[in-house]
């Protein structure tokens, strides 16, 4: 072991270099984007449905077209980043989001459902390859005991995406009235084609990269010096680890995605419902929302490097973060028991800080489980089945809005408010412990 290595390991010296941090921002950048281009009909529903005359069922097909599209997109995006690599994968990815998104402006209500429904069907696919493509390379630029909080850094950028959505829309609609809707989804387009620019043209893997000093490499990868070093050359196809019980676990954890799709698509039409929001008032309740969403990614994201670093184990400091999420989000039925819009906002913002939280360190359940090679195809694999429990949840809310009314919306954030801690309950009982897979698929103890 060099005296860098030892450094590092025993006397816990901060590493000199800190260029992982520029990735990261570039993580935290396409995130926003990301979030803020899928965002911006969660906002716009309660106008898009007066405009295009939608009933729930409507609004709910548009939705399923998007996660349908997002499943698809997950496995297939993920395979496409384990093959070819996060800089030519992300490039693709949001190049393909970015067209479709602004495809949103040219659909007029001659188009009919088929339209709006196409171009979230396009948005979906390309939004799909972010998460599989910033873990992958979170865990190319960032040893375990950081990658949490990592991840919570650049999935904060979901939750400013969705913070400047109702800003930019709000902002939009009062200025130039109802028909500017179009609008909203044409301002994207520049800060995509800017960070395809800065990504091409900075990222590289850390080991190829000239910033990165050798005392910075040599903390990246503190977690391989055990390791075979041509891991990373093995390709691991993701039929190898489909049946893995670490794989099978953070699937299960992925299902609760379909919650926060509930509160990103459904919350505007609930507010409008239930209490008869304006459009600016129902910006200020996204703010809201999203805002602590924020601060639940970033914070949710340090508790398990607090947690490592008060000496408990990586399964013990992942699993009780997750326990503090799963209680977070519990309490948001009561949203549906208030008067009050604002307290009722409050409840879902907690939920929405409760889930991002939880995403943060289920994200890094993938990368602390499997080889670095078969991350993004799994976090694809997770990524998928969580927008099929959306579609499910939007087609069961869809019909029951248009044929019971509000009372629906109770049971679904009854619903979600469970959800968490069953999943972390049985995620325990598949992996009780945690036995990461090397490159061999061989369990590590």
Not at 80 to 108: C, E, K, N, P, Q
Not at 190 to 196: G, R
Not at 395 to 421: E, K, P, R
């Amino acid at each position: 072991m060099s005296v860098v290595q030892t450094q590092l390991k025993e006397n816990k010296v901060k590493p000199a270099g800190r260029y992982r941090y520029w990735i990261l921002a570039l993580l935290f950048m396409a995130t926003t984007i990301n979030y803020m281009d899928r965002s911006i009909i969660g906002v716009l529903a309660p106008t898009l449905e007066k405009v295009f005359a939608w009933s729930k069922s409507d609004y709910a097909s548009v939705n399923v077209a998007f996660k349908m599209a997002y499943a698809v997109g997950m496995i297939s995006m993920g395979t496409i980043i384990d093959r070819f690599g996060t800089r030519i994968g992300y490039t693709i990815a949001i190049g393909i989001w970015s067209v479709f998104g602004m495809l949103h402006a040219l659909l007029r209500p001659s188009f009919g459902l088929i339209g709006f429904m196409t171009a979230r069907f396009g948005l979906g696919f390309g939004e799909a390859g972010n998460f599989p493509a910033a873990i992958k390379t979170v865990a190319e630029w960032f040893p375990k005991k950081d990658r949490a909080f990592a991840t919570g850094i650049f999935n904060a950028g979901s939750n400013v995406g969705a913070f400047l959505a109702p800003i930019a829309v709000t902002t939009i609609l009062t200025v130039g009235g109802t028909q500017s809707w179009p609008f909203t989804f044409l301002i994207t387009g520049i800060f995509s084609a800017i960070w395809v620019v800065l990504w091409l043209k900075i990222y590289k893997k850390p080991e190829q990269h000239p910033s990165v000093s050798e005392e910075e490499l040599q903390y990246i990868q503190q977690d391989d010096q055990e390791k075979n070093k041509n891991e990373e050359e093995v390709k691991i196809p993701l039929k190898k680890v489909l049946f893995k019980k670490q794989t099978i676990a953070f699937t299960i954890g992925k299902l609760t995605d379909g919650v926060w799709y509930f509160f990103m698509f459904w919350s505007g039409m609930f507010f409008t419902d239930r209490f008869g929001m304006s459009i600016k008032e129902l910006g200020i309740a996204y703010a809201v929302m999203y805002l602590i969403a924020d601060l639940g990614s970033i914070g949710g994201g340090y508790l398990s490097k607090f947690f490592i670093n008060k000496g408990y184990s990586l399964n013990v400091s992942r699993k009780l973060s997750l326990l503090i999420c799963a209680l977070a989000v519990f309490p948001v039925f009561i949203a549906t028991l208030t008067n009050n819009p604002y307290i009722a906002a409050c409840f879902i913002a907690l939920a929405s800080g409760g889930h991002q939280a939880w995403s943060a360190n289920m994200f890094t359940v993938s990368s602390d489980l499997l080889p670095k090679s078969a991350t993004a195809s799994v976090v694809g694999l997770g990524g998928m089945f969580g927008a099929l429990s959306g579609m499910l949840i939007d087609i069961i809310l869809g019909q029951n809005l248009d044929a019971t009314g509000q009372q629906a919306y109770f049971w679904m954030f009854l619903v979600a408010g469970c959800s968490y801690i069953s999943i972390l309950i049985i995620m325990h009982l598949i992996v009780p412990k945690y036995k990461p897979l090397d490159h061999q698929l061989n369990e590590i103890e």
